[in-house]
């Protein structure tokens, strides 16, 4: 298979497991902490639990596997959750991992009111993350959203996101999830757990 065909290959089998998670964390409903799983392959997933064939698909790639909940402190975007991930690791067995974390995202208006607040405590890293949290949920433009970063070991990685709905939206319980990604979306998310596989 030659290079840009298992490129394409990887690309693919990654994105059906993003959207295997993203509808399984989707029917769990919002306001909940980080998840992560593991990116077992189907195949050895099956030799090693054979009475678990029926439950796998069987045309996936991959496994997603989700992992024991985080510790209560961890939360999206914290430095505790980047502490977690640098002291993680995965055996060989494990060819990729995902990570689900609910996120506030901005309107590109708002590094102005970001920037104001962060600029004073720069020197105190613990300060500067509690200040944009802060400006972060007070800004009248916030959303809520899920991010939903993977990664395999041989480089590919992926990150999509789910914007979510306004309560006063109709709701659609049978539609089809909105995900969506943007160039450079997460770039040290998707390095930490590049880190976890090495």
């Given at each position: 298979?030659?290079?840009?065909?298992?490129d394409?290959?990887?690309?693919?089998a990654?994105?059906?497991s993003?959207?295997?998670v993203?509808?399984?964390?989707d029917?769990?409903g919002?306001?909940?902490?980080?998840q992560?799983?593991a990116?077992?392959?189907?195949g050895?997933?099956?030799?090693?639990?054979?009475?678990?064939?029926?439950?796998?698909?069987q045309?996936?790639e991959y496994?997603p596997?989700?992992?024991?909940p985080?510790?209560?402190?961890?939360?999206?975007?914290?430095?505790?959750?980047?502490e977690?991930?640098?002291?993680?690791t995965?055996?060989?067995?494990?060819s990729?991992?995902?990570?689900?974390q609910?996120?506030v995202i901005?309107?590109?208006?708002?590094?102005?009111?970001?920037?104001?607040?962060?600029a004073?405590?720069?020197?105190d890293p613990?300060a500067?993350?509690e200040?944009?949290?802060?400006a972060a949920?007070?800004h009248?433009?916030?959303?809520e959203?899920?991010?939903?970063?993977?990664?395999?070991?041989g480089?590919?990685?992926?990150?999509?996101?789910?914007?979510r709905?306004?309560?006063?939206?109709?709701?659609?319980?049978?539609?089809?999830?909105?995900?969506?990604?943007?160039?450079g979306?997460?770039?040290n998310?998707v390095?930490?757990?590049r880190?976890?596989?090495?």
């Open positions: 298979m030659c290079d840009v065909t298992a394409l290959h990887a690309e693919l990654l994105a059906r993003v959207r295997e993203a509808e399984f964390v029917a769990e919002w306001d909940r902490p980080p992560i799983f990116l077992v392959p189907t050895d997933l099956v030799a090693a639990e054979p009475g678990l064939v029926d439950q796998l698909d045309g996936a496994t596997v989700a992992q024991e985080f510790p209560e402190d961890i939360t999206g975007g914290s430095w505790a959750l980047d977690f991930l640098a002291t993680t995965w055996p060989p067995s494990v990729g991992c995902l990570l689900v609910e996120i901005l309107p590109p208006d708002a590094e102005t009111a970001l920037d104001e607040a962060l004073p405590l720069l020197a613990d500067a993350d200040a944009a949290r802060t949920a007070e009248p433009g916030r959303r959203a899920r991010l939903f970063a993977a990664v395999l070991r480089g590919t990685s992926l990150c999509l996101l789910q914007v709905p306004d309560e006063d939206a109709e709701s659609d319980d049978f539609g089809d999830l909105d995900l969506r990604t943007y160039p979306l997460a770039p998310v390095e930490a757990l880190h976890t596989l090495d």
